[in-house]
Nanobody, 120 residues
Framework: QVQLVESGGGLVQAGGSLRLSCAASGTFVSIDAMSWYRQAPGKQRELVATITGGGTTHYADSVKGRFTISRDNTKNTVYVQMHSLKPEDTAVYYC??????????????WGQGTQVTVSS
């Protein structure tokens, strides 16, 4: 069994900062790419940022220069540091990870989501 648990969401003012964390736990061999997605009310879920197993990062144009994704493999945790937050960043943020498990191979797992609200 594998769990991804997000934390760090909350209410911030426009221009503020927030750091989200997502920790993987359970029985698995390794974690490959980890990503952050978000979904605002009435909108489709969108990819925010990805960090590969080798540490290469990718960002959506809407957050490039403001968000930084990182990971701590010792803690099986992915982070996103968010600066200069805008009201349009308001969404439920979800973490995603490709995890290899013995007998099951590599597949994607999702966290439960954490709410980020940016006030104007």
């Amino acid at each position: 069994q594998v769990q991804l648990v997000e934390s760090g969401g909350g209410l911030v003012q426009a221009g503020g900062s927030l750091r989200l964390s997502c920790a993987a736990s359970g029985t698995f061999v390794s974690i490959d790419a980890m990503s952050w997605y978000r979904q605002a009310p009435g909108k489709q879920r969108e990819l925010v940022a990805t960090i590969t197993g080798g540490g290469t990062t990718h960002y959506a144009d809407s957050v490039k220069g403001r968000f930084t994704i990182s990971r701590d493999n010792t803690k099986n945790t992915v982070y996103v540091q968010m600066h200069s937050l805008k009201p349009e960043d308001t969404a439920v943020y979800y973490c995603n990870a490709y995890i290899f498990r013995l007998g099951l191979g590599l597949r994607a797992y999702w966290g439960q989501g954490t709410q980020v609200t940016v006030s104007s």
